[in-house]
């Protein structure tokens, strides 16, 4: 059977379908996200147990992830994320029907694991159409999720203003969810392995490839993570800030992280991942350092907008180098979002201790170390195959698919 040809409108077609599939997951982050005081309350959980429910997420997504590969090989990228991503967007409507801890958790469990299967599915693919088009478009793509999770979260705040049932609008916004993320799919890159490539492995452990790129989106989800969950209470209770300042830190971190994202693409082609990060990691490490010897406010908003501007590209950066740093890109690629993942776990119950032990403003000395590994390890992203000029090393025609 002859090779199937993609010109180069359908892969920018699935580009656009791709672009849509992220903004969908991103949705169902920020649904969830809004309702979780009420799922709190009708599973009557301490505050305590919904803190040790939120783990079972990231607990899940870790377990999952590297079962990605082997599926997206058994069905094909289009019907591997098709199915992934409509057991992600259906899983929504979970959480909501618990009415209990052990169930919160388990329900909470399976919430992750399809989130993290389908983040590699989508991942991949992204990477796989960045080569064919020869430019920079995965920190776009990570811009959609945000818009995405904007979208949700201002849904479910107007949801949750009106005093709906979480149950009732986790289900509509499932319905809704699934039905534009199945039909986003259908423009996707249908890519199939050829008949003399090996079947990954059911379940497989990160590659070594995927260690050292891992380690960077460590440090970056780990500075994500810590503002994200910290910046307002930074305000509140180190600078003694009112909590519409504080709240407002919050919004120049996400507001800044969104506005690179979206830019980053260009950035990159311009200059290339290498470049990119280290400067990225120069302004992180400025923005972390302002936080630290901050005096009021203002400075300490500028830190952390800083440090959103300068981390927004690095993850998408390390999930296209991984998903060409070796002959399987989804088992790279889902190494790589199995230490994110672990990096955002920890890092807000990290914060909290490092605060507990000595003060925020510390726990924020080891966000600005983070950050400067950013600069100083960059060159860990050669392995995405660019140039120095951010130009991927691929021909810019029309390219086979990998289908018998």
Known sequence: MGEVVYDQREVKRSRYAVATVFAVHGAVTGSFATRVPWI???ASVS???LGLALAFPAIGASVAMPLAGSVSHRFGARAALRGLIALWTLALTLPALAPNLV??????FVYGATAGMADVAMNALGVEIETRLDKSIMSGLH???S???LVGSAAGTVAAHL???ARLHHALAAVALTLIGVAACQWVLDLRPTEDEEP???????????????????CAVFAEGASLDWSAVYLRDVLDSSAGVAAASTTAFTLTMAIARFAGDAVVDRFGPVRTVRVSGALATLGALLVVVAQNAPMAMAGFALLGLGIAVVVPLCFAAAGRSGPNPSQAIAGVATITYTSGLIAPSAIGAVADATSLVTSFVLVTVLTL???SFANVLRASGREAGGKLSTADAPVPDRRP
């Open 40 to 42: 709190q309350d009708h």
């Open 143 to 145: 811009g959609m999720w």
């Open 47 to 49: 505050a305590g147990q």
């Open 147 to 149: 818009a995405g999770a």
């Open 200 to 218: 990954p492995p059911r379940f497989a452990l990160p590659p070594k490839s995927a260690l050292l790129i891992g380690a960077i989106g460590f």
């Open 163 to 165: 005093g709906s049932d």
């Open 103 to 108: 169930t919160l958790c388990m329900a909470l």
């Open 373 to 375: 590994g950013l600069a």
